[in-house]
């Protein structure tokens, strides 16, 4: 085959590839910005909404490997390795928050490792429901949220695996030590107070009740 010819055919090829790597990009934002709506909607208590989001997020996960068929390396390019873990936390959220067991990978039908990453933010995201239930006084769900943050920390400490370090796995679990130290440190301060203040009120209301007699 003439060279021209052989170089026509790799850019028809490139070009298919250019096109394939375009529509998983825009499904991957599309994924990325589905997950969010969904997390901001679970901590607001708005779950109908919240699902709604992350079935429009998983059918465009979905369509995006789908999509990938011929150039399956697209698949653990940067843009998809985002939209992965922007799914996993939003749905490892979900099931917290609804009281379901956390769905694994299998589950899920997502890669192992965007699942370990994502395992970082989760904790950032149970985090932010030890601070959304410590502000409503509901501090037996705060001590939930906490107890799955530490399982999740000690569970992400039991990987040592260049793949995964070279990622920045080791920096997730260090921000996640951080975090997880600083949470439990607040908790238990303000429950503290929370309780301080409910035995004052109590102490108040019987010496009202003794003067009043």
């Not at 698949?75 to 009281?99: C, D, N, P, S």
């Not at 956390?102 to 039908?109: A, H, K, M, T, Y």
């Not at 600083?182 to 203040?197: D, V, W």
Request: proline content about 3%; hydrophobic content about 40%; overall charge negative.
């Amino acid at each position: 085959m003439p060279i021209r010819d052989i170089v026509l055919k790799i850019i028809e090829d490139l070009e298919e590839r250019d096109k394939v790597r375009e529509r998983v990009l825009s499904l991957s934002r599309e994924v990325v910005r589905y997950a969010g709506f969904a997390i901001r909607a679970i901590h607001r208590g708005e779950l109908k909404d919240a699902e709604e989001k992350l079935r429009m997020a998983e059918e465009r996960l979905s369509d995006a490997v789908a999509t990938t068929t011929k150039y399956d390396e697209f698949v653990y390019k940067g843009f998809m390795t985002t939209a992965f873990q922007e799914y996993i936390e939003a749905r490892l959220l979900h099931a917290f928050i609804t009281g379901r067991e956390i769905p694994s990978p299998q589950e899920l039908n997502v890669p192992n490792i965007p699942y370990l990453m994502a395992l970082g933010d989760f904790i950032g995201e149970l985090r932010r429901n030890v601070i959304i239930c410590m502000k409503d006084g509901r501090f037996e769900n705060a001590e939930r949220a906490l107890e799955l943050m530490e399982e999740v920390y000690l569970s992400m400490m039991l990987v040592d695996y260049p793949e995964v370090s070279s990622l920045g796995f080791k920096q997730k679990c260090d921000v996640a030590r951080s975090l997880l130290e600083r949470t439990r440190a607040e908790l238990l301060l303000i429950s503290q107070e929370a309780k301080l203040a409910e035995n004052i009120e109590k102490l108040l209301k019987r010496w009202k009740g003794e003067n009043e007699v």
